[in-house]
């Protein structure tokens, strides 16, 4: 493998924030993405972004249409260091969970998954009932890795990009990359009040 990839997946779920912040990152990291997005994700970009499909879609390295099953991302041959799907919508988590896959997003899933290749999912739901927790541990079992875009406040973020920011740097770190932006406990924020503030360990008495 000459470069390394990241096959990126942008379901219909809300949060399409994070799926176009995944892709300038990993193009700042200069790390291959390789796009596929559903027709819901496309519809949901228009509704809670500026941009247009085509213009995320020139983010990525490589764009691939959603029915093609047949591209380079559908076999397990095409090396790449795993999945982030962000946002990952119920309804593509189930399909994922059942191996019955009938677009290029799910089977993109389904061959990280059988190679033994991280697949993150970002999923975007609240609240969850019984079902969705259920598949949600099917795929646990499966080795998916469920990462919900939850907000980091130990990082003390100051806007909603920084917010966005850490959600998807912490995605990344699960696929081995490590994001300029992240900001971790106990290193970057040693500067912050939280480290300068610290109770030295001989004086914490909780």
């Known amino acids: 493998m000459s470069a390394q990839r990241i096959i990126v997946g942008i379901s219909g779920a809300s949060g399409v924030v994070y799926g176009i912040r995944l892709l300038e990152l990993l193009r700042e990291m200069d790390i291959e993405s390789h796009l596929v997005m559903s027709r ?28 093609d099953v047949g591209a380079a991302i559908a076999s397990g041959s095409f090396k790449t260091l795993g999945m982030i799907i962000a946002p990952c919508s119920v309804r593509t ?89 992240a900001k971790r406990w106990g290193e970057d924020l040693q500067g912050g009040h939280r480290r300068a503030n610290a109770i030295p360990a001989d004086e914490d008495d909780s």
């Open 40 to 67: 819901a994700g496309e519809m949901t970009i228009g509704y809670e972004s500026d941009l247009k499909p085509a213009q995320v879609a020139k983010l990525a390295h490589t764009k691939y249409n959603f029915a």
């Open 93 to 181: 988590m189930s399909e994922i969970a059942t191996g019955v896959t009938s677009s290029l997003l799910t089977r993109a899933a389904d061959v990280v998954l059988k190679e033994r290749r991280p697949l993150v999912l970002m999923v975007r739901e609240t609240p969850f009932h019984l079902g969705h927790l259920r598949t949600m541990t099917q795929l646990a079992e499966m080795g998916a890795i469920i990462a919900p875009p939850l907000p980091a406040f130990y990082a003390e973020p100051q806007s909603v990009s920084e917010l966005i920011d850490q959600s998807v740097a912490r995605a990344l770190d699960l696929v081995g990359l490590d994001a300029p932006v």
